[in-house]
């Protein structure tokens, strides 16, 4: 499944099911380059549109109905380097419990 792709300065991009970003020449539609996202031992799946802003890639992924908790990547569109600096830990579930008893939440 598929929700759409992204154009920047002639890659498109797009999500794989099996959790890749992969950007295509838009003119020979040859891989320029393709990335795991998610952590391939976990149900991850990516099946929504990329965006791209400001020379980055955004991209989603999904899976929360097979146990695994979502997050936004963003990648920059040349280098393929991921510009948010980490993947979810494990640690998510202490960190927001901590977060929804705090004062910001109320």
Do not use: C, H
């Amino acid at each position: 499944m598929n929700r759409g792709v992204a154009v920047w300065n002639g890659q498109v991009f797009v999500g794989a099911l099996d959790g890749r970003l992969i950007a295509l020449d838009a003119r020979t539609g040859k891989v320029n380059w393709e990335v795991a996202i998610v952590d391939p031992k976990l149900p991850y799946t990516i099946t929504g549109a990329p965006r791209a802003i400001k020379g980055k890639v955004l991209i989603g992924n999904g899976g929360a109905e097979f146990g695994v908790r979502g997050f936004i990547g963003a990648y920059d569109v040349d280098s393929l380097t991921s510009t948010m600096g980490r993947r979810p830990s494990g640690r998510e579930p202490v960190v927001m419990a901590r977060a929804s008893s705090s004062s910001l939440m109320l």
